[in-house]
Nanobody, 126 residues
């Protein structure tokens, strides 16, 4: 059973930065890294539907971003640490949400998650 744990959320002022981490553990027998899995970051704000923010492919490490974060957020992965990161810069109040990471064992973006983390709160406010 794959387990995902997000961290790095918090309260930040508009224009500030945060880096979220998604750490994976509990891999199936014979597979010990995130290599090959697509990892997506999603967010859900109060009263809104969950939306995909970014995805990094497990096949070629290509990344995709939703329009509202393009140029401000960067997704990356370190398979040696079984961790995927979301660097968030120039944060805006509308980025406030619970952020979730999710794994797609198929490896392609957009992700159709097989596993989810429990989320980390990001609040952008002055």
């Amino acid at each position: 059973q794959l387990q995902l744990v997000e961290s790095g959320g918090g309260l930040v002022q508009p224009g500030g930065s945060l880096r979220l981490s998604c750490a994976a553990s509990g891999f199936a027998l014979g597979k010990f890294t995130l290599d090959g899995y697509a990892i997506g970051w999603f967010r859900q704000a109060p009263g809104k539907e969950r939306e995909e923010v970014s995805c990094i492919s497990g096949t070629d490490n290509s990344a995709t971003y939703t329009d509202s974060v393009e140029g401000r957020f960067t997704i990356s992965r370190d398979n040696t640490k079984n961790t995927v990161y979301l660097q968030m810069n120039s944060l805006k109040p509308e980025d406030t949400a619970v952020y979730y990471c999710a794994a797609d064992l198929d490896g392609s973006c957009p992700p159709y998650p097989d596993y989810w983390g429990r989320g980390t709160q990001v609040t952008v406010s002055s």
